[in-house]
């Protein structure tokens, strides 16, 4: 009990494991926050003309597409063109038509607007005869808030594996993993004692982000549960390999950030391009891949069907841990 709250403290010493623990909370907060907001005004047209230069008809057209801003000078509307962070498209009176400006840095779609205006301008009257129907817009981040989510939930899960490498290298690099050798105390209690904080910090952290992004019915919390606490047990026991292979701090903050990257690159990449047969077999050899997919499944389905991820997950939790076993007690023996 004293080896965990000596562990415990050194959490609130560690500045690392503090901004890894509250990321993914945070995180979660903006996502549920963004989205609620309206994004859709961000795809909007904005025209600009001078001052008594197109008719009030022309004017209310326009307005059909986007906003009409007024400038009393063409120096005014010339400055707003060019300004590299708009997208404004002039409009001036061409004859019984109109013209338009753009300043040429805009995206491709709104310069294939300015090219398109004139002539839809020309012939909006024959325009005005059609039937249109018009489609319900969805939200902007509706696609892709749940794979947001899920990446953070990762990265909460990640926070025992963080946690456990940075620990036992700040113990190597003090001396004090010297000091533990001599301890009367088991090498099962040992691993116990470094494996525990870090997996219910993990488990905690990943538990908070999905109580903020999700409302899940009472059997899907209970399987999300069980995800957490499967794949926080497992980022707790690749801690214990980072730390025991780490030299020093610098050696292992790149190993914690390699396998990170490894950890949301590998499920991102399967689902978006749809990995299947051996890929995908191969794929799951990276265990935040089954997390992944049981994550999306239980947010995407009201009947989710995750049992194949969570034997992935515990196959995973086995190998690792009896791997690490062998590996520790060879070393001890060659020493």
């Known amino acids: 009990m004293r080896g965990l709250i000596y562990q415990l403290k050194s959490v609130w010493k560690d500045k690392f494991c503090i901004m890894s623990f509250l990321l993914p909370i945070i995180v979660a907060v903006v996502l549920r926050f963004v989205g609620t907001i309206d994004l859709s005004s961000l795809g909007e047209l904005h025209f600009g003309a001078l001052e008594n230069n197109l008719s009030a008809e022309t004017i209310s057209w326009l307005e059909r597409y986007g906003s009409v801003t007024i400038y009393k000078t063409l120096e005014e509307l010339t400055a707003s063109i060019n300004e590299p ?9 061409d004859g019984n038509g109109i013209k338009t400006m753009v ?22 009257e024959n325009a005005e005869q059609i039937n249109v129907s018009i489609l ?23 926070m025992g594996c963080t946690f456990n490498a940075m620990n036992m290298i700040s113990e190597k690099e003090n001396c004090v993993d010297l000091v533990n050798q001599i301890l009367p105390m088991t090498y099962s209690q040992y691993v116990i004692q470094k494996i525990f904080i870090g997996f219910v910090f993990g488990c905690l952290s990943a538990v908070m982000t999905a109580c903020i992004c999700f409302q899940l019915s009472l059997q899907s919390t209970f399987l999300m549960l069980l995800l957490i606490i ?10 214990l390999f980072i730390g025991k292979f780490s030299e020093n701090l610098m050696v292992g903050v790149v190993y914690v950030k390699v396998v990170m990257i490894v950890f949301m690159a590998v499920p991102l990449l399967s689902y978006l391009l749809g990995a299947n047969g051996l890929v995908l077999i191969l794929c799951y050899f990276v265990p935040s891949n089954a997390t992944f ?3 999306m499944n239980l947010a995407n389905s009201t009947d989710p069907i995750i049992a ?7 196959a995973h939790c086995i190998v690792w841990f009896l791997l690490y076993l062998l590996i520790s007690k060879r070393r001890k023996k060659n020493v």
């Open 230 to 239: 499967l794949s926080a047990f497992v980022a707790a026991l690749i801690g």
């Open 308 to 314: 194949k991820d969570m034997l992935i997950l515990m």
């Open 85 to 93: 962070s708009t997208d404004l498209i002039g409009v001036e009176t």
């Open 103 to 124: 300043a040429g840095d805009e995206l491709d779609i709104y310069r294939q607007v300015a090219d398109t205006l004139p002539a839809l301008y020309a012939e909006r």
């Open 293 to 295: 997919e049981g994550v």
């Open 136 to 158: 319900e817009r969805h939200d902007v981040l509706a696609g892709m808030q749940n794979i947001f989510i899920a990446m953070t939930l990762i990265v909460a899960m990640f």
